[in-house]
């Protein structure tokens, strides 16, 4: 298991944003950032330039993971990519299991990339097929079709040591029996890592709009639950188990990045719109790219935001984050982090209710909410969580 805490002998976590899509395509919400072509060398200078900013405050840590997220990735340029990578490994010492993802949509113009970008250095490919079935494609507005996007996966795992892929579910109409054999069909593609995320109304969303006028109709609160129990056990059947709340993998290939995250270590954010937690420091980025592009020629670094976090909100973010993680979290290092006690941390009455209905579990400074309990999680956090942000 990797270090929990937050010192210089925790692994670091890098996350390089790519904002652009080089078309208009329903991947991506910021239309703004579409280019019909983008100063390659500009920006891999200016990246490059970011990440000096970052490693430069960041000194003698061991780097444990790289993720370039973002518009699309995948269509960044595998010189850029690999320029990242070697300035990272002269930056920092590599994890010698350094895991390097990058997310993909599941098109075959990605697809066709994959293995120079794999040349590149990157060993995990995460991609986003969304549903394997063509009607669920194009209620969620994707580009590829079922076709294209299991060709996409062969071609990733192929080109790529470690592949993961995600799916939504609950959506309308979906029954048990369909995404049983939705889900049985994921599983035999072998990858070892899958993210299934329930579908989710936002307010001032096109799928809100619909909701409310009642051309669709989402799986209610019963028949979510039931989904979302059956694919836990599912996947724990299979061998891949939720080591997160809807996060599934087999032993060992869990995604260390975001484990990062969840953990609440370090984790340094270069490009447009880059978010980082550094040191007790929050970081953004400036999000719109242009701007990103002239604060990095003026002031060396791209950075819009940087401020201390109060340790009652470092608290209740570690807290929030780590109970969504079937480990759980470790009550004595967070209270520490919010220079507080376990009791000012944590409703510990609140907790030995929970405890008693079979929801959560502390096992000395351990807490974790228990499989029963991960099915409620939104309700468990608000009543366990006692410290606020200051």
């Not at 960041?58 to 790289?66: E, V």
């Not at 669709?216 to 059947?237: H, K, N, Y």
């Amino acid at each position: 298991m990797l270090r929990t805490d937050t010192s210089t002998d925790a692994p670091l976590a890098l996350y390089v944003h790519w904002p652009f899509c080089v078309s208009k395509c329903p991947y991506c919400d910021f239309n703004s950032h579409v280019r019909e072509s983008v100063d390659q060398e500009a920006w891999r200078a200016a990246l490059l330039t970011d990440l000096a900013h970052e490693a430069a405050l960041l000194p003698g840590r061991t780097l444990g993971s790289i993720f370039f997220g973002g518009g699309t990735p995948s269509l960044m340029p595998p010189a850029t990519t690999a320029a990242i990578i070697d300035a990272a490994s002269r930056a920092w010492r590599f994890a010698d299991d350094i895991e390097i993802t990058l997310e993909a949509n599941p098109s075959s113009v990605e697809a066709a990339r994959f293995t120079d970008i794999a040349a590149a250095g990157v060993n995990r490919v995460s991609l986003g097929l969304q549903a394997l079935d063509d009607q669920a494609l194009g209620f969620l507005g994707r580009a590829h079709d079922v076709g294209e996007g299991l060709a996409a996966l062969a071609t990733a795992q192929a080109a790529f040591a470690r592949v993961s892929f995600d799916l939504i579910y609950a959506r309308p109409g979906q029954t048990l029996a369909a995404w049983e054999a939705e889900l049985a069909r994921a599983i035999g593609f072998g990858t070892e890592h899958l993210s299934l995320y329930q579908l989710t109304i936002e307010p001032g969303t096109r799928f809100a709009t619909e909701a409310a006028a009642g051309r669709i109709v989402i799986p209610d609160g019963d028949s979510a639950a039931d989904l979302f129990e059956m694919t836990r056990a599912i996947t724990a059947a299979a061998g891949l188990p939720a080591y997160e709340i809807s996060n599934h993998a087999r032993a060992g290939s869990e995604s260390r990045h975001n484990l990062v995250y969840w953990r609440y270590q370090d984790y340094a954010g270069i490009g447009p719109g880059a978010h980082g937690r550094r040191g007790g420091l929050a970081t953004v980025r400036r999000k719109k790219p242009e701007n990103w592009l002239a604060a990095v020629a003026r002031n060396q670094h791209g950075m819009e935001l940087e401020e201390p976090l109060a340790p009652a909100t470092r608290a209740t973010e570690a807290l929030l984050m780590g109970l969504r993680l079937r480990e759980g979290v470790d009550l004595a290092r967070i209270a520490q982090l919010g220079a507080t006690t376990i009791p000012q941390l944590i409703d510990l009455p609140a907790l030995e209710k929970l405890a008693a209905q079979g929801l959560a579990r502390r096992d000395g400074d351990r807490l974790l909410v228990t499989e029963a309990g991960m099915l409620l999680l939104d309700a468990i956090l608000p009543i366990v969580v006692k410290i606020d942000s200051e």
